[in-house]
């Protein structure tokens, strides 16, 4: 009866494996773009490949265990054996396996270095330790630091409960704000020393290097605000330059955009305009 129901657990358990891998926070995110969301695709075909290939294996070696058994009267042999079949088999299948995958990886890798027809672009620039956003073209340029609540919440002997800090260490003060279903080109380079600008709702992760010019680009289907992180070890600091992406819709965008630009004149010294309002924000999960 135990048996039993052990049994059946773990049969609830199998089935409901598939479900769970795409719901797992441990999972890639299927994000919020077309290239994020093929390449979710393409992690859980090969996860899945993997775990055929895995429970091919373990079952012959589980059946030979069980099969040739001493306890049987199983004697091992001694006699070295040949198979030209079974080594081509197991020469072609992976073969097969290896050209399904690798051509429509191919074909999404040529897509996200694929910058052409962009609608926006937008020059990053990595600094020791925050990020500086100029729009081309646009007359809009801002540095983003890390939000004043994390900033001192993080610091040695505050007497700050990081638990209490909403958005702890992923926030900023200035985030980046961008339209929904336009292709942003971006322009990544480096000020001091390699930093690594990740996003993984969008799938962009690309290196500014210092005296080097990467490029990428995203198109994010969906409002909402995106986080990510410097993904390359930069210094003492590395871990508190987060981004924060604000997608809202284009009507939003273009008010924003001229309120930047007013400021941005004012700031210069031009004519006289109404001081720039906050950045927008929008609500959403990645």
């Given at each position: 009866?135990?048996?039993?129901?052990?049994?059946?657990?773990?049969?609830?358990?199998?089935?409901?494996?598939?479900?769970?891998?795409?719901?797992?926070?441990?999972?890639?995110?299927?994000?919020?773009?077309?290239?994020?969301?093929?390449?979710?695709?393409?992690?859980?075909m090969?996860?899945?490949?993997?775990?055929?290939?895995?429970?091919?294996?373990?079952?012959?070696m589980?059946?030979s265990?069980?099969k040739?058994?001493?306890?049987?009267?199983?004697?091992?042999?001694?006699?070295?054996?040949?198979s030209?079949?079974?080594?081509?088999?197991?020469?072609?299948?992976?073969?097969?396996?290896?050209?399904a995958?690798?051509?429509?990886?191919?074909?999404?890798?040529i897509?996200?270095d694929?910058?052409?027809?962009?609608?926006?672009?937008?020059?990053?620039?990595?600094?020791?330790?925050?990020?500086?956003y100029?729009?081309?073209?646009k007359?809009?340029?801002?540095?983003?630091?890390?939000?004043?609540?994390?900033?001192?919440?993080?610091q040695?002997?505050?007497?700050?409960?990081?638990?209490?800090?909403?958005?702890?260490?992923?926030?900023?003060?200035?985030?980046?704000?961008?339209?929904?279903?336009?292709?942003?080109?971006?322009?990544?380079?480096?000020?001091?020393?390699?930093?690594?600008?990740?996003?993984?709702?969008?799938?962009?992760?690309?290196?500014?290097?210092?005296?080097?010019?990467?490029?990428?680009?995203?198109?994010?289907?969906?409002?909402?605000?995106?986080?990510?992180?410097?993904?390359?070890?930069?210094?003492?600091?590395?871990?508190?330059?987060?981004?924060?992406?604000?997608?809202?819709?284009?009507?939003?965008?273009?008010?924003?955009?001229?309120t930047?630009?007013?400021?941005?004149?004012?700031?210069?010294?031009?004519?006289?305009?109404?001081a720039?309002?906050?950045?927008?924000?929008?609500?959403?999960?990645?």
């Amino acid at each position: 009866m135990f048996n039993r129901k052990v049994a059946t657990v773990l049969a609830g358990l199998a089935f409901a494996a598939p479900a769970l891998a795409y719901e797992s926070t441990y999972n890639l995110p299927v994000g919020a773009t077309d290239i994020s969301a093929r390449v979710y695709g393409l992690h859980m075909m090969m996860f899945w490949v993997c775990v055929a290939i895995a429970a091919v294996v373990f079952a012959a070696m589980i059946y030979s265990i069980w099969k040739f058994r001493k306890s049987t009267g199983a004697v091992a042999d001694r006699t070295l054996t040949h198979s030209t079949n079974v080594e081509v088999v197991w020469t072609v299948i992976p073969v097969i396996i290896l050209v399904a995958t690798a051509i429509p990886a191919a074909r999404t890798l040529i897509a996200m270095d694929d910058t052409r027809n962009s609608e926006l672009t937008i020059k990053v620039v990595g600094y020791q330790w925050k990020w500086q956003y100029e729009y081309l073209g646009k007359g809009v340029s801002f540095y983003s630091t890390l939000a004043t609540e994390s900033n001192l919440a993080r610091q040695l002997n505050s007497g700050i409960d990081p638990r209490t800090v909403k958005d702890y260490l992923l926030d900023v003060d200035h985030p980046l704000v961008v339209p929904v279903d336009t292709k942003v080109r971006l322009l990544l380079t480096g000020n001091d020393v390699i930093h690594s600008w990740w996003v993984p709702d969008f799938a962009v992760k690309k290196d500014t290097i210092p005296g080097f010019i990467n490029e990428a680009w995203f198109k994010a289907n969906r409002v909402g605000r995106f986080t990510g992180q410097c993904a390359e070890l930069c210094g003492r600091d590395h871990g508190f330059m987060p981004i924060v992406v604000n997608v809202v819709p284009k009507a939003e965008f273009a008010t924003w955009l001229a309120t930047q630009q007013a400021a941005a004149k004012v700031a210069a010294g031009g004519a006289d305009a109404p001081a720039a309002a906050p950045a927008a924000t929008t609500t959403g999960t990645p």
